[in-house]
């Protein structure tokens, strides 16, 4: 089955970058997308088709997608920032997969 | 604005049936232009697929989950429903339904919490 691996947390002290992976098999041929989860919140969509914002997400939320990594990048980061993300793909054979997920701390 | 709202039982047995139906409000279950997807979330952990349905009732499902999956679609209710059959305490979750738009669930449900327990 296809796996999506992402690192358990992220420390960034305020202002700075903080960026996020998400390693699978060929990810870079598939579109990632990327949410935002709060504790008691529903995840919310920030990234889609690798690199685009919905609207009402800020320009500080950036993503990336290449070879087998796909990246979110939070740049100026903000205390609000502070919570879990998990990155998603499709693939044919298991359909849709969340990463295992990733705590970003804003020190 | 869309919005989505589960409900459904929030304790089941051992062994019996989970059903849960998302009510859709502000947008149609019929669009061409959405599929609509359950995620569920056990306590303390990670996001998992459940699977989606197309308004033709067209239907994708996680394989680890496929054998005792089913999700189907009303449209002249506007909702479309989960049932999940054999329930263990491994079933224990907090399930949450959501739009699929262009490859990603860009509106969610508020969740519910189901426990399996005897």
């Known amino acids: 089955s296809y796996e999506l691996t992402q690192p358990p947390s992220v420390s960034v002290s305020p202002g700075q970058t903080a960026s996020i992976t998400c390693s699978g098999d060929?990810?870079?041929?598939?579109?990632a997308c990327w949410y935002q989860q709060k504790p008691g919140q529903s995840p919310v969509l920030i990234i889609y088709?690798?690199?685009e914002r919905p609207s009402g997400i800020p320009e500080r939320f950036s993503g990336s997608n290449s070879g087998n990594t796909a990246t979110l990048t939070i740049s100026g980061t903000q205390a609000m920032d502070e919570a879990d993300y998990y990155c998603q793909a499709w693939d044919r054979s298991t359909a849709k997969v969340f990463g295992t997920g990733t705590k970003v701390t804003v020190l | 604005q869309v919005q989505l709202q589960e409900s459904g039982p929030g304790l089941v047995k051992p062994s019996q049936t989970l059903s849960l139906t998302c009510t859709v409000s502000?947008?149609?279950?019929?669009?061409?232009?959405?599929?609509w997807s359950w995620i569920r979330q056990p306590a303390g952990k990670g996001l998992e697929w459940i699977g989606r349905i197309y308004t033709s009732g067209s239907t994708n499902y996680n394989p680890s989950l496929k054998s005792r999956v089913t999700i189907s679609v009303d449209t002249s209710k506007n909702q479309f429903s989960l049932r999940l059959t054999s329930v263990t305490a491994a079933d224990t979750a907090v399930y949450y339904c959501?739009?699929?738009?262009?490859?990603?669930?860009?509106?969610w449900g508020p969740g519910t919490t189901v426990t399996v327990s005897s």
């Open positions: 959501a739009r699929e738009n262009g490859g990603a669930e860009d509106v």
């Open positions: 060929k990810l870079g041929g598939k579109y």
């Open positions: 088709q690798d690199s």
């Open positions: 502000g947008g149609s279950v019929s669009s061409i232009s959405y599929h």
